[in-house]
């Protein structure tokens, strides 16, 4: 098996900007354990899990030698960036994750897909842009915030051990990503 210089992945950007996607590749490539995040917050009919519990969920999964975690949460940043080797920080254009939002809440409302705890998307919901429930809310109100944030938290001297390795647009992540597939992590 290919050994790569990070063995512990922190998939991060906005809502719907692919960090899920892009850290189950990692973990496949590594042959590694997936985390989803959201699947270790959400319980059923959209209850978030108590912080506690949330934080030992996440605590037991970063057991693993090698794994790829995908989220934001700022209650568990300390355990995942502790552990993690590198950070990947999905920054792209906000039309990007917009258009990607779109398109994966239509077609999440249109299957019916179930997400994480037998929970499911409502189009509906998310077309209240007013409403803090709207995924399209959170996107506008997190996606500058974001970019003002990550660059000040890769300089704090506690996660002075992560590589930080940020991706503009999806050409470059695909690109990326199939060189660590083939074998060539630089």
């Known amino acids: 098996m290919q050994t790569f210089p990070a063995q512990r992945f922190v998939v991060v950007g906005v809502t719907s900007s692919g960090k899920s996607t892009l850290a189950e590749a990692i973990a496949q490539t590594i042959h590694g354990d997936y985390i989803e995040l959201d699947s270790l917050h959400w319980e059923a009919n959209w209850r978030e899990a108590p912080n506690e519990l949330f934080r030992q969920r996440v605590q ?3 057991q693993a030698e090698r794994w ?3 989220g934001n949460y700022h209650v568990v940043r300390d355990i995942l960036w502790k552990r993690a080797d590198a950070i ?3 920054n792209y254009p906000l039309h990007v994750a917009f258009w990607r ?8 409302a249109i299957t019916q897909e179930e997400l994480w705890n037998g929970n499911r998307e409502s189009f509906w919901v998310h077309l209240k842009l007013w ?5 399209f809310h959170w ?9 003002r944030e990550y660059p000040a938290l890769f300089q704090k001297p506690e996660y002075a ?12 992540t695909a690109e990326w990503l199939q060189k660590i597939k083939m074998g060539d992590s630089e």
């Open 139 to 147: 996107l506008f109100k997190t996606y500058w915030r974001r970019k």
């Open 68 to 70: 790829a975690a995908a």
């Open 161 to 172: 051990q992560l590589k930080v390795i940020t991706f503009y647009h999806p050409r470059e």
């Open 101 to 108: 939002m779109l398109t994966r809440t239509l077609r999440r």
């Open 88 to 90: 990947i920080w999905l």
């Open 131 to 135: 409403s803090s429930d709207s995924l």
């Open 60 to 62: 037991n999964a970063v």
